[in-house]
T-cell receptor, first 114, second 114 residues
Framework: GAGVSQSPSNKVTEKGKDVELRCDPI?????LYWYRQSLGQGLEFLIY????????KSGLPSDRFSAERTGGSVSTLTIQRTQQEDSAVYLC????????????FGQGTRLTVV | DQQVKQNSPSLSVQEGRISILNCDYT??????FLWYKKYPAEGPTFLIS?????DKNEDGRFTVFLNKSAKHLSLHIVPSQPGDSAVYFC?????????????FGTGTRLTIIP
């Protein structure tokens, strides 16, 4: 596609349920990033992928969060046993390569945990 | 520990005047800086960047200034237009291969008054 695509755009889930967020990066972009924006907060880095590998997982807030990327393309961010503090907008971005400093962002997934 | 700081959460500027958005950072290892613009319900879009080997980069109405000794950068928009009303995020990274991680500030909401 022309841009980074994220789905769903909105997700409301009950506390304790698992959710899966999807990101389709720009075709050919090898680097993919996940960020989170909570109300009133800046963008918080979660994890990045170079190809299918994630060298730096230190940004994941807890072990309930995991992410994977297959085929160097689509990535999924999974949150298990969601908590209310997980409510945020989750943004995905991709860039041509790890040195590509111009990252293109998707529209985000707004997650609301009730 | 907020390594990239935008101390003004909001700023209002008259149309036609200069908008100046400020950003401070604490990590002296940062060597590449970016500004992103974000409209409501959209992902951030890349605006302009600057490498630490420069002190100024200009692109149309947008100019970014970098003062490495003060660990400070600023974005100037001249002249300001109503369409510039958005949230502006400052971001920084260390451009070592395999260690790229964008660190964002908390954003400044710019409102251009017609």
């Amino acid at each position: 596609g022309a841009g980074v695509s994220q789905s769903p755009s909105n997700k409301v889930t009950e506390k304790g349920k698992d959710v899966e967020l999807r990101c389709d990066p720009i075709s050919g972009h090898t680097a993919l990033y996940w960020y989170r924006q909570s109300l009133g907060q800046g963008l918080e880095f979660l994890i990045y992928f170079q190809g299918n590998s994630a060298p730096d997982k230190s940004g994941l807030p807890s072990d309930r969060f995991s992410a994977e990327r297959t085929g160097g393309s689509v990535s999924t961010l999974t949150i298990q046993r969601t908590q209310q503090e997980d409510s945020a907008v989750y943004l995905c971005a991709s860039s041509l390569d790890i040195l590509g400093t111009e990252a293109f962002f998707g529209q985000g997934t707004r997650l609301t945990v009730v | 520990d907020q390594q990239v700081k935008q101390n003004s959460p909001s700023l209002s500027v008259q149309e036609g005047r200069i908008s100046i958005l400020n950003c401070d950072y604490t990590n002296s290892m940062f060597d590449y800086f970016l500004w992103y613009k974000k409209y409501p319900a959209e992902g951030p879009t890349f605006l302009i960047s600057i490498s630490s080997i420069k002190d100024k980069n200009e692109d149309g109405r947008f100019t970014v200034f970098l003062n490495k000794s003060a660990k400070h950068l600023s974005l100037h928009i001249v002249p300001s237009q109503p369409g510039d009303s958005a949230v502006y995020f400052c971001a920084a990274l260390i451009s070592n291969f395999g260690n790229e991680k964008l660190t964002f500030g908390t954003g400044t909401r710019l409102t251009i008054i017609p």
